[in-house]
């Protein structure tokens, strides 16, 4: 079976074609189209709107015709069905992708599989990637076991869920303000570096002193599995303030001390609840997964812990937003709609 998967939640248009096999564990990559209007945002420090709806309106027919191009031999005859991102996103940029997976349905009269976003990112472990490609996987067999625990860290949300099996999801906590994502963002805008606040703050860190500055570690002991960053921006706020001027090494030095208080929480909390729920596997997923202090801390704190979880962490490129989770999504919740029925919903979160 072939699915071809839109994503428009934000500031990406993107489109790819997955297929899995009835035999297949995973999910083949047949093709991985990604577009971003990020450097028109960079130029404002955050993103805006309704520029990155026009984006998706320009790029979204091109990359649809790429992603199906790049298939050798692949006709609209052999895509089994179109999955779409619905939610949670903007809602101009979400609706440039609907309408788009609506119209494609009704011509090609194809089924359309409704996807969550936040799914896609944990969904995006089950597409099978080389190991040159993931390092995280080499040496390691690809079969995710269960229980499993996802830890989700992306611009917009931080949640913890439960996966009781391949297609059971139950949340477990999230954040109570800012996402961790959105603290690296604002975090970023104060030390005035480059938008988006995250890789520039793991560039910057490179050559800091993660132990310079003691940033809080917000709700590190609370006894459940919320998190909250917005005291740690507050933090850095008050620090930054006390400085004359800022030098190239105290940027790099609040860096390293943010990322690695951000790093701390994510990584004691998912351990917590991987501990309490006496998990097989942990997940990663989403834009701050691509950080690779979170990525390695995680696995050393599994390894430490002489713990025999296993840990999946998709390619880099499959953690920030792509067409191709959203694809793999769907294969587990497969639940067509008419496509009369579909529609976008910016606020969708886990039920
Ligand atoms: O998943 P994503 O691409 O979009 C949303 O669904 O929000 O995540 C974007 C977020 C941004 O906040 C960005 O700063 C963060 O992911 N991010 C990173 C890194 N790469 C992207 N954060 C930390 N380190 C990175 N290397
Ligand atoms: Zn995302």
């Known amino acids: 079976m072939k699915i071809l998967g839109i994503e428009t939640s934000c500031d990406e248009t993107a489109a790819a074609v997955v297929e899995k096999k009835s035999t297949d564990e995973n999910v083949r990559l047949?093709?991985?189209?990604?577009?971003?209007?990020?450097?028109?945002?960079?130029?404002?420090?955050?993103?805006?709107?309704?520029?990155?709806?026009?984006e998706q309106i320009k790029y979204v027919i091109p990359v649809i015709n790429e992603a199906i191009e790049q298939c050798n031999n692949l006709t609209i005859d052999d895509i089994d069905a179109i999955a779409v991102t619905i939610g949670p996103g903007l809602i101009g940029s979400l609706l440039v992708g609907v309408e788009t997976a609506k119209t494609l349905a009704f011509i090609w009269q194809k089924p359309i599989i409704p996807?969550?976003?936040l799914f896609g990112h944990i969904y995006a472990n089950f597409v099978c990637e080389d190991s040159k490609l993931?390092?995280?996987?080499?040496g390691q067999k690809s079969k995710i076991e269960f229980p499993a625990i996802a830890l989700v860290v992306s611009g917009g949300h931080t949640d913890l869920?439960?996966?009781k099996d391949d297609k059971k999801?139950?949340?477990?906590?999230?954040?109570?303000?800012?996402?961790?994502?959105?603290?690296?963002?604002?975090?970023?805008?104060?030390?005035?570096l480059p938008y988006p606040g995250g890789p520039a703050i793991e560039g910057a860190a490179l050559g800091g002193n993660p132990r310079a500055f003691h940033f809080p570690r917000p709700m590190i002991d609370s006894n459940d599995?919320?998190?909250?960053?917005?005291?740690?921006?507050?933090?850095?706020?008050?620090?930054?303030?006390?400085?004359?001027?800022?030098?190239?090494?105290?940027?790099?030095?609040?860096?390293?001390?943010?990322?690695?208080a951000i790093v701390d929480?994510?990584?004691?909390?998912?351990?917590?609840?991987?501990?309490?729920?006496?998990?097989?596997?942990?997940?990663l997923g989403g834009g701050v997964a691509a950080n690779q202090k979170l990525r390695s801390e995680l696995k050393s704190s599994i390894i430490n812990h002489?713990?025999?979880?296993?840990?999946?962490?998709p390619s880099k490129s499959l953690c920030t937003d792509n067409a191709a989770m959203i694809a793999t999504a769907a294969f587990f919740n497969y639940k067509e709609v008419p496509w009369q029925n579909l529609t976008a919903n910016p606020e969708l979160y886990f039920d």
């Open 161 to 163: 869920v439960l996966m």
């Open 306 to 313: 002489k713990s025999s979880i296993k840990f999946f962490v």
């Open 225 to 260: 599995f919320d998190f909250s960053f917005s005291g740690l921006k507050a933090s850095v706020f008050r620090e930054v303030k006390t400085i004359k001027q800022l030098s190239d090494k105290t940027i790099s030095d609040i860096s390293a001390s943010v990322q690695e």
């Open 134 to 138: 993931n390092p995280a996987m080499a």
């Open 265 to 283: 929480v994510l990584v004691f909390k998912t351990l917590k609840a991987a501990q309490e729920y006496k998990v097989k596997s942990i997940l």
């Open 115 to 117: 996807v969550n976003h």
């Open 30 to 54: 047949l093709s991985n189209v990604v577009v971003s209007s990020l450097p028109l945002h960079a130029k404002t420090g955050g993103i805006i709107p309704e520029t990155a709806a026009r």
């Open 169 to 192: 999801l139950r949340w477990l906590g999230g954040t109570r303000d800012d996402a961790a994502g959105e603290a690296f963002d604002k975090i970023g805008r104060l030390l005035k």
